[in-house]
């Protein structure tokens, strides 16, 4: 088992779907990933920072949840970052309502001295220089670093973002930030081109369409199961980062192979994430729930066929 370093904002969400909407709850991509990577026991530790004004059950519930939490630094007299957004009928689109950075603008990650030498990195989204700040305090260069980001910082921070895709194994985006990263509409040529740019390996997400992996030529693709109920989609693609990392943290297996379960395992906690309004779903997980939902996921992409 490799120990984790998952850097991303511990947050305050305030949400309006068309089920309902939320004052404000508990938030952030290193929540999420923190609460998914969990799952797998891994010795994971979050790097963020909080206002005096996030509570102390939060922070206990990540550490009750073996997440190290020495290094989310508390401001007491700041305030959390948060961000509001209202979702439309499709789920898909969503505007947002209010970004307040508060405490993260002034965020300077630190990691734990015992979590530089962590086999695996896992930046989520925040700006390019905070990510590469994290790289460089490591020891030495994790065998495995997943990056996250937004077309927010291809939009105001090309430049240093080119700089993290030098230095990661691995990138997990959208479509249409694949798209607008390479200037190319084919994913499959947008993956290769994102290939010569650092990353071995490209994540593409498409929502409720599934999940793309590629590399070097290879291609695998994972569904998003057909759920009954989607109720919130804040968070998903963070719990999806979050059960990649901690399935491959956990196996220390970074193969072609071995990645492809790691979506599997990414898709498939993200279909809970989708449940339930902010972490409520995620908090409650258990191992028996994934594993009939992983069978789920067996039953819908396995069938024999014979080929004349």
């Known amino acids: 088992m490799s120990k984790l370093v998952i850097v991303g904002t511990v947050a305050f969400d305030a949400i309006e779907t068309p089920f309902g909407k939320t004052d404000k709850i508990l938030g952030?991509?290193?929540?999420?990933?923190?609460?998914?990577?969990?799952?797998?026991?891994?010795?994971?530790?979050?790097?963020?920072?909080?206002?005096?004004?996030?509570?102390?059950?939060?922070?206990?519930?990540?550490?009750?949840?073996?997440?190290?939490?020495?290094?989310?630094?508390?401001?007491?007299?700041?305030?959390?970052?948060?961000?509001?957004?209202?979702?439309?009928?499709?789920?898909?689109?969503?505007?947002?309502?209010?970004?307040?950075?508060?405490?993260?603008?002034?965020?300077?990650?630190?990691?734990?001295?015992?979590?530089?030498?962590?086999r695996v990195v896992m930046l989520g989204n925040l700006h390019p220089i905070t990510q590469l700040?994290?790289?460089?305090?490591?020891?030495?260069?994790?065998?495995?670093?997943?990056?996250?980001?937004?077309?927010?910082?291809?939009?105001?921070?090309?430049?240093?973002?080119?700089?993290?895709?030098?230095?990661?194994?691995?990138?997990?985006?959208?479509?249409?930030?694949?798209?607008?990263?390479?200037?190319?509409?084919?994913?499959?040529?947008?993956?290769r081109k994102i290939h010569e740019l650092g990353p071995k390996y490209v994540v593409i997400k498409k929502g409720e369409h599934g999940a793309l992996l590629f590399n070097n030529g290879d291609v695998f693709f994972a569904p998003a199961l057909p759920l009954e109920e989607v109720f919130d989609p804040t968070g998903a693609g963070d719990t999806f980062a979050g059960g990649f990392v901690g399935y491959l943290a956990k196996s220390n297996d970074f193969s072609f192979e071995n990645i492809k379960n790691a979506v599997i395992y990414g898709s498939t906690l993200a279909s809970f994430c989708v449940e339930k309004f902010g972490t409520q779903r995620m908090e409650n997980l258990n191992h028996q729930e994934v594993y009939l939902r992983l069978q789920e996921f067996k039953n819908l992409t396995q069938f024999e066929i014979e080929l004349s």
């Open 28 to 118: 952030g991509a290193g929540t999420f990933i923190g609460l998914a990577a969990s799952q797998f026991n891994v010795d994971a530790a979050i790097v963020s920072i909080v206002g005096g004004d996030f509570p102390q059950k939060y922070l206990d519930l990540l550490y009750n949840k073996n997440i190290d939490i020495s290094g989310i630094e508390i401001v007491k007299d700041g305030k959390t970052f948060f961000w509001s957004g209202l979702y439309h009928n499709d789920m898909n689109s969503r505007d947002t309502l209010a970004t307040e950075l508060n405490v993260l603008a002034e965020f300077n990650p630190i990691v734990p001295e015992n979590y530089r030498d962590a």
């Open 133 to 191: 700040s994290v790289l460089d305090q490591m020891h030495k260069k994790p065998e495995l670093v997943v990056l996250d980001t937004m077309n927010f910082w291809m939009d105001n921070a090309l430049e240093d973002l080119y700089e993290v895709i030098k230095r990661v194994d691995v990138i997990t985006i959208n479509d249409e930030e694949a798209r607008q990263l390479t200037g190319e509409y084919s994913l499959v040529v947008a993956a």
